[in-house]
């Protein structure tokens, strides 16, 4: 079943919702997931599973396909679910190096503000987290950070923050310009704009723009997003593709509420926008927010959904996101390794780096811009990949 369900994902890029939850699940069939629901023996076997299959990916991760075969080819029950997990990893990775090639793109994360006006409950910038200490960098310091990337053979850098009115359309205007005589390509991801301020930011010079949609299920997103409406953040990636913008978007795997069926139509809607480029990262419960304690979602599930987002959009830039790595040591390699062609260093500085804490447990969070480099550099090198020395637009891929 799971490798009918691959062989026509690598041959049409197309799936429907039932197929994209059977590999979401890792079930066989119908009767098979039926009979999961109701037997918690059954249940137990998965979660060892689950467990297992984080195990191993890790040695897939560092001695490649050679030393997980023998595993996948094991007859029994508690190994056939972890077949099906690896066939969707290992048909993803194949998509990959087909049309996107294994050259991976760097782009140089530069996270100016953690002030954010909204108050998402899964976000430790939402605005009622009162212990966080907040930070603005100056239109300088801002600049000051993409140069050096530029310096550090950047191509690109991506600009986050929270929602934060202080940097005006003018502020980001003459930053955006700034950094462009940089010979680089400006990504921003600040979030819900007006048209017009999108426009100017383009005209300007930037070229991307990341606004995550983080779940297609319009009540689950009215509970999580107090006072923000999904209609709108539909229209803002609308408007960045009419504006011509390289448009990105994606979702959280593990909120509270969401369902297999909700991340199957999340995936579908990435197909259907035609989007550009797609983060997927687990939902990281942050102790000073609503959601602190709910479970959060698992590496394998994230994995699960950039996987089929590959097979859906073959073409499309996908990061390894550091999220990924802070439930797993191996996260980003595991990730490039199914199906993902970027990874964004952060080329932040300071305790910025620290204090930008929408999860916890962020990594790389004492290191500085140059280490993170030689560090990617080199696990890169490490899975035979190459670093690439172009901008990565889409087009070009
Ligand atoms: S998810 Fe984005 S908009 Fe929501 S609180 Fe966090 S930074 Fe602000």
């Given at each position: 079943?799971?490798?009918?369900?691959?062989?026509?994902?690598?041959?049409?890029?197309?799936?429907?919702?039932?197929?994209?939850?059977?590999?979401?699940?890792?079930?066989?069939?119908?009767?098979?997931?039926?009979?999961?629901?109701?037997?918690?023996?059954?249940?137990?076997?998965?979660?060892?599973?689950?467990?297992?299959?984080?195990?191993?990916?890790?040695?897939?991760?560092?001695?490649?396909?050679?030393?997980?075969?023998?595993?996948?080819?094991?007859?029994?029950?508690?190994?056939?679910?972890?077949?099906?997990?690896?066939?969707?990893?290992?048909?993803?990775?194949?998509?990959?190096?087909?049309?996107?090639?294994?050259?991976?793109?760097?782009?140089?994360?530069?996270?100016?503000?953690?002030?954010?006006?909204?108050?998402?409950?899964?976000?430790?910038?939402?605005?009622?987290?009162?212990?966080?200490?907040?930070?603005?960098?100056?239109?300088?310091?801002?600049?000051?950070?993409?140069?050096?990337?530029?310096?550090?053979?950047?191509?690109?850098?991506?600009?986050?923050?929270?929602?934060?009115?202080?940097?005006?359309?003018?502020?980001?205007?003459?930053?955006?310009?700034?950094?462009?005589?940089?010979?680089?390509?400006?990504?921003?991801?600040?979030?819900?704009?007006?048209?017009?301020?999108?426009?100017?930011?383009?005209?300007?010079?930037?070229?991307?723009?990341?606004?995550?949609?983080?779940?297609?299920?319009?009540?689950?997103?009215?509970?999580?997003?107090?006072?923000?409406?999904?209609?709108?953040?539909?229209?803002?990636?609308?408007?960045?593709?009419?504006?011509?913008?390289?448009?990105?978007?994606?979702?959280?795997?593990?909120?509270?509420?969401?369902?297999?069926?909700?991340?199957?139509?999340?995936?579908?809607?990435?197909?259907?926008?035609?989007?550009?480029?797609?983060?997927?990262?687990?939902?990281?419960?942050?102790?000073?927010?609503?959601?602190?304690?709910?479970?959060?979602?698992?590496?394998?599930?994230?994995?699960?959904?950039?996987?089929?987002?590959r097979l859906l959009l073959p073409d499309i830039n996908i990061p390894a996101t550091t999220a990924?790595?802070?439930?797993?040591?191996?996260?980003?390699?595991?990730?490039?390794?199914?199906?993902?062609?970027?990874?964004?260093?952060?080329?932040?500085?300071?305790?910025?780096?620290?204090?930008?804490?929408?999860?916890?447990?962020?990594?790389?969070?004492?290191?500085?811009?140059?280490?993170?480099?030689?560090?990617?550099?080199?696990?890169?090198?490490?899975?035979?990949?190459?670093?690439?020395?172009?901008?990565?637009?889409?087009?070009?891929?």
């Amino acid at each position: 079943m799971i490798e009918e369900i691959l062989k026509k994902a690598e041959e049409s890029h197309e799936l429907t919702k039932e197929e994209i939850v059977s590999l979401l699940e890792g079930a066989k069939s119908k009767k098979q997931r039926k009979r999961r629901q109701g037997d918690k023996k059954t249940r137990c076997v998965e979660e060892q599973s689950e467990n297992y299959a984080s195990t191993l990916l890790c040695i897939y991760a560092s001695d490649n396909l050679s030393a997980f075969q023998p595993f996948t080819l094991s007859p029994s029950s508690h190994l056939s679910l972890l077949t099906a997990h690896c066939s969707l990893f290992i048909s993803a990775d194949k998509i990959r190096q087909k049309h996107v090639g294994d050259e991976v793109h760097l782009r140089g994360l530069i996270e100016f503000s953690n002030y954010c006006k909204q108050n998402c409950l899964y976000c430790g910038l939402r605005r009622d987290n009162k212990q966080l200490k907040r930070y603005r960098l100056s239109e300088n310091e801002i600049i000051a950070l993409a140069k050096n990337a530029s310096e550090l053979n950047y191509k690109t850098v991506v600009l986050q923050s929270g929602e934060d009115p202080y940097y005006t359309a003018d502020k980001m205007k003459y930053i955006i310009s700034e950094i462009k005589k940089f010979d680089l390509a400006v990504t921003l991801s600040i979030g819900e704009k007006t048209f017009e301020e999108y426009q100017a930011y383009r005209k300007a010079g930037a070229d991307r723009y990341l606004i995550r949609i983080e779940t297609t299920d319009k009540n689950l997103y009215k509970k999580l997003d107090p006072g923000m409406d999904w209609e709108n953040r539909l229209k803002c990636l609308e408007d960045l593709r009419k504006l011509d913008y390289e448009v990105g978007t994606g979702c959280l795997v593990g909120l509270p509420g969401q369902t297999l069926e909700s991340l199957a139509d999340d995936i579908l809607f990435f197909k259907k926008i035609n989007a550009d480029m797609i983060g997927v990262g687990p939902f990281i419960p942050h102790k000073n927010t609503p959601l602190k304690d709910t479970q959060g979602g698992t590496f394998e599930m994230a994995l699960k959904v950039m996987a089929i987002t590959r097979l859906l959009l073959p073409d499309i830039n996908i990061p390894a996101t550091t999220a990924m790595e802070t439930l797993n040591p191996n996260g980003r390699l595991i990730a490039l390794q199914s199906g993902a062609n970027v990874v964004m260093p952060n080329v932040t500085q300071g305790d910025a780096r620290k204090l930008y804490e929408i999860y916890p447990g962020k990594i790389c969070v004492n290191d500085t811009p140059d280490k993170c480099r030689g560090c990617i550099e080199a696990k890169i090198k490490s899975i035979n990949r190459t670093i690439s020395k172009d901008y990565g637009f889409k087009a070009d891929l």
